[in-house]
């Protein structure tokens, strides 16, 4: 299958590591960041300070950049006015390598019957991310599938960046800080990104299970996921 697909596209899937990558960025910036990388077309990168710490969302491609385009991205981050030349550049050269079709847009809808998904969006971003999570918030489709309905409570893609709460939990008997905690538990797989764990990439890693806990009605939540078992 390989033999079809082009060198250079060969090197964009197979290029560097994220650590590789994280490890040149903080060199060059003096500092410890936080980086996501993301297959987000329309945006390149994005640079957001949570808890003075720089959080970098960036596209994947960027693990095949040369040094240049790299220390270009770090003087950017050091002073947002910085030119970015060879970034645009680079930007141009790979883009039609990537083959990526845009993600379709869904429409979203926040407003449940018994809890509002935006308002709940807001607080949780507010409270916990420092208003850093851009990621769009919506319900999910219904399943006529009980088992479907009650497996999967949550999900963020990020491809599309958008968090999906599924209805189901949409009713009077569900308690706003469950919900709350399901919108946080997806907030912070779009905060951490998917973690290296050994050989393979981990989405509820250490690191994410500890800042699970941070949820202040964490043990509240749990008790009330047992109960409804």
């Known amino acids: 299958m390989s033999k079809d697909i082009p060198d250079k596209q060969l090197d964009l899937l197979y290029g560097p590591s994220e650590n590789s990558l994280k490890r040149h960025l903080e060199e060059r910036l003096g500092r410890p960041l936080v980086l996501v990388l993301t297959e987000n077309a329309s945006t390149m990168l994005s640079v957001r300070l949570h808890g003075g710490v720089p959080r970098i969302r ?41 083959a990526i079709k845009p993600p379709k847009k869904v429409p979203l809808k926040t407003a449940g019957t018994y809890h509002d998904l935006r308002e709940l969006h807001d607080a949780v971003n507010k409270e916990y991310f420092n208003g850093t999570i851009d990621a769009a918030i ?14 999967t409570l949550g999900s963020y893609s990020e491809r599309s960046h958008i968090i999906r709460i599924n209805p189901v939990l949409d009713r009077k008997a569900v308690p ?44 509240k939540a749990m008790a009330w996921e047992r109960g409804r078992a």
């Open 58 to 98: 960036l596209h994947r491609m960027f693990l095949n950049a040369g040094n240049e385009v790299l220390d270009e991205i770090a003087s950017y981050m050091k002073k947002s006015k910085a030119s970015m030349p060879l970034f645009r550049s680079f930007v141009r050269e790979n883009r039609e390598w990537l």
């Open 138 to 151: 919506t319900w999910g489709s219904r399943s006529p599938r009980s088992s479907v309905r009650r497996r």
């Open 176 to 219: 706003r800080y469950f919900v709350a905690f399901i919108v946080y538990h997806e907030m912070l797989h779009a905060f951490l990104g998917t973690q290296p764990a050994g050989t393979r990439r981990s989405v509820h890693s250490r690191e994410f299970r500890k800042q699970e806990k941070l949820f202040h009605e964490y043990e």
